[in-house]
């Protein structure tokens, strides 16, 4: 990583330094930040000819080397500072909360008009929708782009910005044209390695955020954040790392929950972690205690799944939203022991 001494390199500053590390087989990716732009050598960073060089320019202040499988999401790395914000909430600073229908039904918007407000009422920041699902089974509703419109319609009335999941390179460009401000990548796919880096591509120079989920079958840590190193190393360091519940299942619920890893990627990762008990337990009456837990772990925020009428839903919605009383009584419970994990760590 290489730490210019001015907030970034010029142009010819840029050329050259790329010159050098393209001659070790290396490649230069910016990371623009908020108040510095600090360059990624992409490669093996190790040859000690090749930082020389670099360390003998005047305009470089230093070169840090992590040896790390993902030295752009590792909590030593000088991203450790890079702060995500969305819905007016910085994330590490106060309670994110994400909530919404599971599937948006384009038969009835109203519903998730509804919501949509009922949910701001009740204290989200961010409106979650599902335009295109990732059904277990081929002939159930597999999403549709009118939901699109209802997603985006829904942010224009509440003010919101807005979560939804894509699954191909064709639903990434829909939904980045429309202005979705943060893109999911779900269980399923956070392991697709070519999804992942067309995300990373197209998200490059932005200010959307990705939501990348545990995927179910994820083992170790260094699978999960190394997924979220794919999406990073193109130069939008916007991720968020969401467990959602791991397979098998713990008897009784729809996956087996791992809030419990959110202290283990604190010390990994800077990366921050909303945790969705909505999947983990798969059950509306489970979900208060899950997310409880999630915040009582550390979690930086929850995403949960809530409808106006949950039986009224569609996709996961009649077995797992909440209303949007619980979602009220979630949120208040949830930020009092957020305010008092973080009165007492001062912070993380
Ligand atoms: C969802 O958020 O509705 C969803 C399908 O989640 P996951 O990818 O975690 O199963
Ligand atoms: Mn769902």
Known sequence: M??????????????EVTAIVTEFGCRIHPIVGALRTIYAILGD???????????GLPYIERIDRIQSPFKLMDSRSD??????RIGGVTLGEELLVIAGHCTIDPKHPEYFYETAHAVKEAGARVLRGGVWKPRTNPYAFQGDDKSLDILMEA????????DTEVMDECQLKLALDA???MLQVGARNALNYSLLRQIGAAVAGRATIVLLKRSLHM???NEFISAAEYIANFGNPNIILCPRGTAPALDGYRNHPDESIVPLLREHTWAPVVVDPSHAVGKASYVPAAALAAIAYGADGLCLEAHVQPSKGIGDDPKQ??????????IHRARAIWDLNHAETGGR
């Open 321 to 330: 939203a909440v209303t949007p009383d619980m979602l009220a009584a979630i």
């Open 155 to 162: 942010s224009r009335r509440t003010g919101l910005p807005v």
């Open 79 to 84: 991203l450790a500072t890079h702060r995500i």
């Open 219 to 221: 083992g170790t840590l």
């Open 179 to 181: 202005g979705v401000h």
């Open 45 to 55: 960073e190790r040859d000690e000819l090749m930082i020389n060089r670099l360390e």
């Open 2 to 15: 290489i730490l210019p001494k001015a907030a970034k390199l010029t142009p010819d500053q840029l050329q």
